[in-house]
C-alpha cells in the first residue's frame, strides 16, 4: 500500500468555494426565462421564418445566419433577425 501524505483531503476554504459557485449557478438556473435573452433557439427561428429542420440547416451550413453552439443546441442572436427586420 502506498503511503498517503498527510494532507487533508477537503480543504474547508475549498469546500466553501465550491458551495458558493453552485449556489451562484443554482440560484441563476432557477431565476425565470424572460423575454430579455440575447438569443433565439432553432424551434424560434423555425416557427418565425415558417421553415423546416433541414431548411435551417442548410441556411446555417451556407454562413448565411450568424450562430452559436453550445452543447448539442444551436442558438440564433436576436440582434441579427431585429437588423434584418429594418432593412
Same mark, same amino acid.
Given at each position: 500500500m502506498r503511503n498517503k501524505p498527510n494532507v487533508p #483531503? @477537503? &480543504? &474547508?476554504? $475549498? %469546500?466553501r468555494f465550491v458551495l458558493d459557485v453552485f449556489s451562484e449557478i443554482l440560484a441563476n438556473l432557477q431565476k425565470p426565462q424572460g423575454k430579455d435573452? #440575447? @438569443?433565439y433557439d432553432s424551434a424560434d427561428v423555425k416557427r %418565425? $421564418?415558417? +421553415?423546416?429542420d433541414s431548411t435551417l440547416f442548410r441556411i446555417r451550413k451556407s454562413q448565411s445566419i450568424p450562430h452559436? *453552439? +453550445?452543447? *448539442?443546441k444551436i442558438f440564433y442572436p436576436k440582434s441579427f433577425f431585429n437588423s434584418a427586420l429594418k432593412k
Open positions: #483531503l @477537503y &480543504d &474547508d476554504h $475549498l %469546500m435573452s #440575447l @438569443y %418565425m $421564418l415558417n +421553415i423546416s452559436v *453552439r +453550445i452543447g *448539442r
